[in-house]
């Protein structure tokens, strides 16, 4: 979870102990222990700044990746950060994080669909994380939504330039969207892939041992 990089947080410390009452210190103090993911603290400052009607985007963004992280560890209801992301894109609608951040929250909940078009917003706008990931995300979603000539089109994009290690994953969820728009031998080479990086992938080897049975 992004948050917007702050000064260096002894800095602000410093600031604290001079202005302790100060609204827009307690927006820097959340905005840097969120960058550092000292969740409580940056809950602490944000809810702070708001009660010294500090409303700002950057309190939203603070207290919507908190929220949604909270979320994702629970279970719970995801709408309130939700509202809270809207909140801080009704101020400024043109940060590309703040739009992956809540695709990834709409993923995470399940709710594949609502979820790419944020991941869609964001590769648009520019995030600080490198397009290819914020495409394997997309494609995921993609592939969710049953989109897969989409999901197939995010896949090569990010199979072909990652310049990571190969994601075993990537080669199976790849194979599926194949499979579905009628590749059969595509998605079995897909799957020997996947199986070939790890050959206790159980999910690439039962798929590619049902694929090896159909085109028998």
């Known amino acids: 979870v992004l948050f917007r990089s702050a000064d260096n947080l002894d800095l602000w410390n410093d600031v604290y102990k001079k202005y302790p009452n100060e609204g827009a210190v307690f927006e820097g103090l959340a905005a840097d222990f969120g960058r550092r993911e000292m969740y409580e603290e940056a809950r602490k ?94 494609a995921f979603g993609n592939l969710m939504s049953q989109r897969y000539a989409e999901a197939l089109e995010d896949y090569n994009f990010v199979i072909e330039n990652t310049t990571e290690q190969p994601d075993k994953k990537m080669y199976n969820d790849r194979a599926v969207a194949k499979y579905n728009l009628g590749d059969i031998n595509g998605a079995i080479t897909d799957l020997e892939k996947a199986v070939q990086l790890d050959p206790n992938f159980v999910d690439a080897r039962n798929n590619l041992n049902q694929l090896l049975t159909l085109r028998k």
Do not use: C, W
């Not at 700002?56 to 908190?66: M, R």
């Open 45 to 138: 400052f944000a809810n702070k700044a708001k009660e010294n009607n500090i409303e700002s985007y950057y309190t939203y963004v603070v207290l919507a990746n908190i929220s949604a992280i909270d979320s994702m560890k629970t279970g719970n209801n995801i709408e309130p950060s939700l509202q809270l992301y809207q909140k801080a894109l009704s101020m400024k609608s043109t940060d590309g994080n703040v739009y992956l951040n809540r695709g990834v929250t709409y993923s995470k909940a399940g709710r594949h669909a609502e979820a790419v078009p944020d991941f869609t917003k964001a590769l648009e706008l520019g995030t600080s994380q490198a397009p290819v990931r914020v495409r394997g995300y997309r």
